[in-house]
């Protein structure tokens, strides 16, 4: 049960991708496991040809912010992977029919390529997060899969880089060859950075995978499994980090799910 909208923007076309997907508020999302997921990813490094794949990794959130600005929809869309890290695409998808999917949390994308590539040696760049976070997520990484390879790290300043900064961070990035281009800025700010840096960046995958540093490092507590497979992460983030996600859960959250809900009822009528 897929729609058939084909995605583009620039010379970037997704609708090769067969992945089964859902399109809401005009978001296309692949339901793909974590497994599946870095699949994709393995298979984009071992033909990598100077082309940076992107996946997005977000929510409602993200879906909420496209609704909002058609060319941030256009950006997602395009991405080569656009997967549900929480659980409102998970419902909308089981209520048009889909069964047994699951939620693709940044966090479990990044730990299973790390396993794998204890394996294989593969290389990643971390971009984003703190000084701190990005010092103990290497420390956790370096002890529990020494076998990856993290061939950089660096934490932007809060404040826009200066035209040489960037261009100097781009020339970082590219030099230390990583296979996966991690960029942990927040939905939609990372996004938005990838895409922008796409003619510039010489790296086989490039993902926006959110807390998943903080979360992997240990600065910021993750939900229990159990909480997170019942739907109630976004409860226990909220009552952990009130101040930065009240106006995103009890502003934006409420809206997306009226907007889905007319939608899903349009849909509906008219089949």
Known sequence: MCDDTTFAIGNTDISSIAEPYIVTLGSRIHLVS????????EQWISEHNSRCR????TGFHGIWKAHQDMRLKAILNSAQLWVPDGIAPIWIATLRGHRNVKRTPGAEILCEFLKRGNCRQYRSYFYGDTPLTLTRLRAEIEQSHPGHIIVGTFSPPFRPLT???EKDAIRRINAA???VLWVGLGMPKQDIWIYERLDQLRVPVAIGVGAAFAFIAGTVPRCPAWIGNLGFEWVYR???EPHKL???DLLDGPRFLFHAGMELLRKESRE
């Open 34 to 41: 974590v497994d599946r997921t870095v699949d994709h990813i």
């Open 54 to 57: 992107r996946v997005v990794v």
């Open 163 to 165: 035209p040489q900064e």
């Open 177 to 179: 060859k990583p296979d």
């Open 238 to 240: 909220l009552l952990r």
């Open 246 to 248: 009240w106006r995103r």
